[in-house]
T-cell receptor, first 113, second 115 residues
């Protein structure tokens, strides 16, 4: 089974609207971490947000929030008030065990003016 | 600012030459460093995992004699592509993790073109 699943290869959102990027994960490890990264066309991987499996509250970082549904094993990224500069690839990742990291296939987000 | 520095950002070399890529963690001690290869519009493909002071663990199908990884200190890992060939042309990116794994930061990547 895939460790990380991103089912949306491409998404479009109107500027200033909110968008949700889906991510589900698969692990039997009680301790794990979930990450989201943004990769613009320049290629760098920009860290956006982190959620630990024991964190009680959903992580938030500015316009980014992580909708952590532990029972459903989902970790969707919500971007509020989309900006043109948000157009990029977005990758969901999971850390399992000591230092095993798994990445999803990514979602390409396009913000429409 | 960047917490992981990777360079060079771009390198063009002749077939048969070797290329070294450096990855440095700037703000924290990187217990583990990872090297990935990424093809256009695809996800990251893990090549190897290296822990400071020990030999790298390579993923299946990755030639360890071709992709030499050294992680001599808690802040520096290097990837050397030996006897590069055109099929090695790709985007290579490193990442560094701290001891507890709640931090994973990436370098800015290296675009390798082998002529």
């Amino acid at each position: 089974a895939q460790k990380i699943t991103q089912t949306q290869p491409g998404m479009f959102v109107q500027e200033k609207e909110a968008v949700t990027l889906d991510c589900t994960y698969d692990t039997s490890d009680p301790s794990y971490g979930l990450f989201w990264y943004k990769q613009p066309s320049s290629g760098e991987m920009i860290f956006l947000i982190y959620q630990g499996s024991y964190d009680q509250q959903n992580a938030t970082e500015g316009r980014y929030s992580l909708n952590f549904q532990k029972a459903r094993k989902s970790a969707n990224l919500v971007i509020s008030a989309s900006q043109l500069g948000d157009s990029a690839m977005y990758f969901c990742a999971m850390r399992e065990g000591g230092n095993q990291f798994y990445f999803g296939t990514g979602t390409s987000l396009t913000v429409i003016p | 600012g960047a917490v992981v520095s990777q360079h060079p950002s771009r390198v063009i070399c002749k077939s048969g030459t070797s290329v070294k890529i450096e990855c440095r963690s700037l703000d924290f001690q990187a217990t583990t460093m990872f090297w990935y290869r990424q093809f256009p519009k695809q996800s990251l493909m893990l090549m190897a995992t290296s822990n400071e002071g020990s030999k790298a663990t390579y993923e299946q199908g990755v030639e360890k004699d071709k992709f030499l990884i050294n992680h001599a200190s808690l802040t520096l890992s290097t990837l050397t592509v030996t006897s590069a060939h055109p099929e090695d042309s790709s985007f290579y990116i490193c990442s560094a993790s701290n001891r507890f794994g709640e931090k994973l930061f990436f370098g800015s990547g290296t675009q390798l073109s082998v002529l």
